[in-house]
């Protein structure tokens, strides 16, 4: 009797990062019959209904605000660490 097992993966978002290229170009967004195509770095690809593509806006809106805040914040604090060592 042959018998299937399914093996069940629980991981988090970061560990589906495949790899660890930081891309620095922005993905090309057209329109087209209906759906938004979004061509992405390194081959990524994907279609999206304008209802998922608004809301994917927003998403990465909100995340890039939240890094660039978190990149400010970096600079500050070894701004900050510097001078205090210096003076």
Do not use: C, W
């Not at 081959?43 to 999206?48: C, E, I, K, P, Y």
């Amino acid at each position: 009797m042959l018998r299937r097992f399914a093996r069940i993966y629980v991981v988090t978002l970061k560990e589906l990062h495949l790899d660890n290229k930081l891309h620095d170009e922005p993905s090309t967004v057209t329109a087209e019959h209906g759906q938004v195509l979004v061509d992405g770095p390194d081959g990524v690809a994907v279609s999206l209904t304008p209802d998922a593509a608004v809301e994917t806006s927003d998403r990465l809106l909100e995340a890039a605000v939240e890094a660039r805040g978190q990149d400010l914040a970096a600079t500050r604090a070894e701004k900050e660490r510097a001078a205090r060592k210096a003076g």
